[in-house]
């Protein structure tokens, strides 16, 4: 069979062990999933009311176009409806965005580590993948730019960052956006957005009316709790969407998930809480970092990126016999590290001790 080249060798993306997995493996009844940056507070309440009484007809297609959704987002966001296009989550969005503007001979600049399905996707088109290392956890803006040349189409920004959780501030970006060639396509991936407490970070939906070449993505996975749901939305200039459009598998959101993200949209005082009690829980991790001086960064998403001064494959693997999935450093280009989901204060406290417990008996604490 005639497969893309690109293809052999490739492995496909791993995400965060399952819970039924490790409950069989290790025999246990309760597992606290901490590794897929998921909300421990679920969705709205609202949405779980909707849930126990909907009637929904599934044996017809959904609204490709997404009408009704469409219109409370843009009211939600203050935008036009004809700025918006819906994808299967984020990862649907970023599958669009590399199949329109990434093939053999052009290439695309991104932060590393970072998420990895701008990579993959690229690899997966053919096209040059461009990777400019963190400089301090942030995105080294500088040396971005000077990867960019003529045959550069797509620069990413994620943020904040995953997996670091740090912000480019709105000074920054600014700067940034203006030295960009005006051919070359900005995706600000911003998933983790209505985390973000930060002063330095400002709402970027204006460098979407001010450059005709920025796209805006942000997803319902994170902090609406609508993860298997898969909502992803990009905001962008109505040239950029109409482009980007017939990419777009026709019917890319069910019937189910529309009307649920309208009810979630709705629903902005979970979403208050939501962030205030996370921005809480990283406070108890951020605390115990400091206490036995263990490096950390300094995070505006909904996890924290820390040292443990150990393999972090071992460390993975001891928490999660303990049952705690998290994700190792190593596989995110961050050995020595780990990256935990914000649980909710209850868990955070279990996981510390048990963490600490973990650390002692590897030799990291005295």
Not at 93 to 118: D, E, K
Not at 171 to 188: G, R, W
Not at 320 to 327: D, L
Request: glycine share 6%.
């Amino acid at each position: 069979m005639k497969w893309k080249q690109q293809l052999f060798g490739m492995k496909a993306y791993q995400p965060g062990k399952p819970i039924e997995e490790v409950k069989r493996e290790f025999g246990l009844e309760k597992i606290v999933k901490l590794a897929s940056n998921e909300n421990p507070y679920g969705y709205s309440p609202k949405v779980k009311a909707f849930l126990e009484s909907d009637h929904t007809n599934h044996a017809i297609y959904p609204d490709g176009y997404a009408q009704n959704l469409r219109t409370v987002m843009a009211n939600h966001l203050g935008v036009k409806e004809t700025q918006l296009m819906f994808g299967n989550g984020s990862d649907d969005l970023i599958a669009i965005v590399t199949r329109a503007l990434l093939y053999p001979g052009v290439n695309t600049v991104m932060a590393t580590p970072s998420f990895s399905q701008y990579s993959h996707n690229a690899e997966i088109e053919g096209a040059e993948v461009r990777q400019v290392s963190l400089k301090d956890g942030k995105h080294d803006l500088k040396a971005m730019l000077e990867a960019i040349d003529e045959n550069t189409s797509i620069v990413w920004v994620c943020n904040p960052n995953n997996p670091t959780g740090t912000i480019v501030s709105d000074d920054e970006l600014t700067n940034f956006i203006q030295k960009v060639p005006s051919d070359v396509f900005i995706v600000l991936d911003e998933a983790y957005f209505e985390y973000v407490n930060s002063p330095e970070y400002k709402d970027t939906l204006h460098f979407v009316e001010e450059y005709p070449n920025v796209l805006v993505m942000r997803t319902l996975s994170k902090a609406y709790g609508l993860a298997s749901f898969r909502v992803g939305y990009a905001i962008a200039n109505e040239d950029i969407i109409k482009k980007l459009d017939p990419v777009r598998a026709p019917f890319n959101n069910s019937i189910l998930s529309q009307k649920v993200a309208i009810i979630a949209l709705e629903d902005q005082e979970f979403i208050q809480e939501t962030t205030e009690k996370t921005a809480l829980g990283k406070k108890q991790f951020v605390a115990f970092c400091e206490k036995h001086q263990l490096n950390y960064y300094p995070s505006q998403a909904n996890f924290i990126l820390f040292e443990v001064k150990a393999d972090s494959d071992t460390v993975f693997k001891e928490m999660m016999k303990r049952g705690y999935i998290i994700r190792s450093g190593n596989a995110l280009g961050a050995p020595g590290y780990i990256r935990v989901t914000i649980g909710t204060e209850e868990q955070n406290e279990e996981f510390l001790r048990l963490l600490e417990e973990v650390l002692t008996e590897l030799g990291v604490f005295a």
